[in-house]
């Protein structure tokens, strides 16, 4: 199955400055009843500060300065996870441990005050430098430069324990890592929290679906084109994705500039929807944000076609802007994108019906320009007074 339509953006400016705002639409809403969980998504994972350099020519040459013309800095990790899901107005909850430092403060204020995301399961390790990454976007490309300290004995037991109060949600959203079993993941689904899970790179080079014990408690597997193909052996990705749902209810592929395939076993259905013509400016976080996509409307119950033409929509909303959670659209962004390509000369009257789903989910146009970015790319201002 070979998608024939496109559809294009627009490219925005780069890295702006807005106030944050929560998400304007709530997907669930009609879902939503009295015995419902507390939480729509709950997550678990290292929180990173991410700083961003952007506006380099080139890329950095030894023994020289380069300057940049624009930073950002943002709570990265799996913080990018958790922003992307809170912006597409679910109610998440972050289990995690934070550094005991200014980086761990800001990071927490960033996500429980900017973001609204809970962090009653996340705890402060005393002594623990928070971990930094510090990225380089040019020429589309991106340059990660990580450092993080060991942590304390006692970061060990906060992260056990932060995982092990992993609050009850419908949703829950999980990297596997190859042999290895993650009790939270079993208590989750057991507790009836729909699992979807996503998968790195398989440094032992076994890539063997045997090792990924956590896979029998999971809805939806989510890997890319060549982690599919590798831990299945299907030359295409396609194949792989079907081979995969003999251990997985959903197999979503992602295909890079090509789009994304899905299969659903349980309903028969496959769906292929193509990318959306952009010019990528920095991937970070794109993964994370796809999945965000996803799993709203998997939740939201919105048939397998849609939902992945809305993981694609807002990663491909993510990847025109610099940084990780920075990046994450909220459903401001997606309204004024729908309404602007709707407006644009030429596009394909079938591209545009992939997404007249659309209608009704995303606000009412806002007296707000084009691109709507709510980031403050800094660590924080001194407020006087």
Same mark, same amino acid.
């Given at each position: 199955?070979?998608?024939?339509?496109?559809?294009?953006?627009?490219?925005?400016?780069?890295?702006?400055?807005?106030?944050?705002?929560?998400?304007?639409?709530?997907?669930?809403?009609?879902?939503?009843?009295?015995?419902?969980?507390?939480?729509?998504?709950?997550?678990?994972?290292?929180?990173?500060?991410?700083?961003?350099?952007?506006?380099?020519?080139?890329?950095?040459?030894?023994?020289?300065?380069?300057?940049?013309?624009?930073?950002?800095?943002?709570?990265?990790?799996?913080?990018?996870?958790?922003?992307?899901?809170?912006?597409?107005?679910?109610?998440?909850?972050?289990?995690?441990?934070?550094?005991?430092?200014?980086?761990?403060?800001?990071?927490?204020?960033?996500?429980?005050?900017?973001?609204?995301?809970?962090?009653?399961?996340?705890?402060?390790?005393?002594?623990?430098?928070?971990?930094?990454?510090?990225?380089?976007?040019?020429?589309?490309?991106?340059?990660?430069?990580?450092?993080?300290?060991?942590?304390?004995?006692?970061?060990?037991?906060?992260?056990?324990?932060?995982?092990?109060?992993?609050?009850?949600?419908?949703?829950?959203?999980?990297?596997?890592?190859?042999?290895?079993?993650?009790?939270?993941?079993?208590?989750?689904?057991? &507790?009836?929290?729909?699992?979807?899970?996503?998968?790195?790179?398989?440094?032992?080079?076994?890539?063997?679906?045997?090792?990924?014990?956590?896979?029998?408690?999971?809805?939806?597997?989510?890997?890319?084109?060549?982690?599919?193909?590798?831990?299945?052996?299907?030359?295409?990705?396609?194949?792989?994705?079907?081979?995969?749902?003999?251990?997985?209810?959903?197999?979503?592929?992602?295909?890079?500039?090509?789009?994304?395939?899905?299969?659903?076993?349980?309903?028969?259905?496959?769906?292929?929807?193509?990318?959306?013509?952009? &010019?990528?400016?920095?991937?970070?976080?794109?993964?994370?944000?796809?999945?965000?996509?996803?799993?709203?409307?998997?939740?939201?119950?919105?048939?397998?076609?849609?939902?992945?033409?809305?993981?694609?929509?807002?990663?491909?909303?993510?990847?025109?802007?610099?940084?990780?959670?920075?990046?994450?659209?909220?459903?401001?962004?997606?309204?004024?994108?729908?309404?602007?390509?709707?407006?644009?000369?030429?596009?394909?009257?079938?591209?545009?019906?992939?997404?007249?789903?659309?209608?009704?989910?995303?606000?009412? &146009?806002?007296?707000?320009?084009?691109?709507?970015?709510?980031?403050?790319?800094?660590?924080?201002?001194?407020?006087?007074?």
């Amino acid at each position: 199955m070979t998608p024939s339509h496109t559809i294009t953006g627009e490219e925005p400016e780069h890295l702006t400055r807005a106030a944050p705002c929560r998400a304007q639409v709530d997907p669930l809403a009609a879902l939503r009843g009295p015995g419902d969980p507390p939480w729509d998504v709950c997550l678990t994972g290292t929180v990173f500060l991410d700083i961003i350099f952007t506006g380099l020519d080139s890329a950095p040459v030894r023994g020289t300065e380069s300057w940049a013309r624009g930073m950002g800095s943002s709570p990265g990790g799996v913080a990018n996870m958790a922003t992307a899901l809170a912006r597409l107005g679910l109610k998440t909850s972050l289990a995690a441990a934070f550094g005991d430092d200014h980086y761990g403060d800001y990071c927490w204020d960033a996500l429980e005050q900017g973001e609204g995301i809970d962090l009653s399961a996340s705890r402060t390790v005393p002594g623990w430098h928070s971990p930094v990454t510090v990225s380089m976007a040019y020429e589309g490309e991106r340059t990660m430069v990580s450092h993080g300290h060991e942590p304390p004995p006692q970061a060990a037991f906060l992260q056990e324990r932060a995982r092990d109060r992993v609050p009850r949600a419908r949703a829950a959203v999980a990297s596997l890592t190859p042999g290895t079993r993650a009790p939270w993941i079993t208590a989750a689904a057991r &507790e009836g929290t729909r699992i979807f899970a996503d998968v790195g790179w398989d440094d032992t080079g076994a890539w063997d679906l045997a090792g990924l014990a956590d896979l029998e408690h999971c809805e939806a597997f989510l890997p890319n084109a060549e982690e599919a193909k590798r831990y299945t052996g299907a030359d295409c990705p396609r194949i792989a994705a079907h081979a995969l749902t003999e251990y997985v209810p959903v197999a979503v592929v992602t295909l890079g500039p090509e789009g994304a395939y899905a299969v659903d076993r349980r309903t028969g259905e496959a769906a292929e929807v193509p990318a959306i013509a952009v &010019e990528a400016l920095d991937p970070t976080g794109a993964g994370d944000v796809f999945v965000a996509g996803f799993v709203t409307g998997s939740l939201a119950g919105w048939p397998l076609a849609d939902r992945l033409a809305f993981a694609g929509l807002t990663a491909a909303l993510s990847v025109q802007e610099f940084g990780g959670s920075l990046s994450a659209p909220g459903w401001s962004e997606i309204g004024a994108w729908w309404r602007r390509v709707q407006a644009l000369p030429g596009q394909d009257p079938a591209a545009l019906r992939r997404y007249e789903f659309l209608e009704g989910l995303v606000p009412e &146009e806002l007296d707000r320009p084009w691109p709507l970015r709510r980031a403050v790319p800094t660590i924080g201002f001194r407020h006087s007074g």
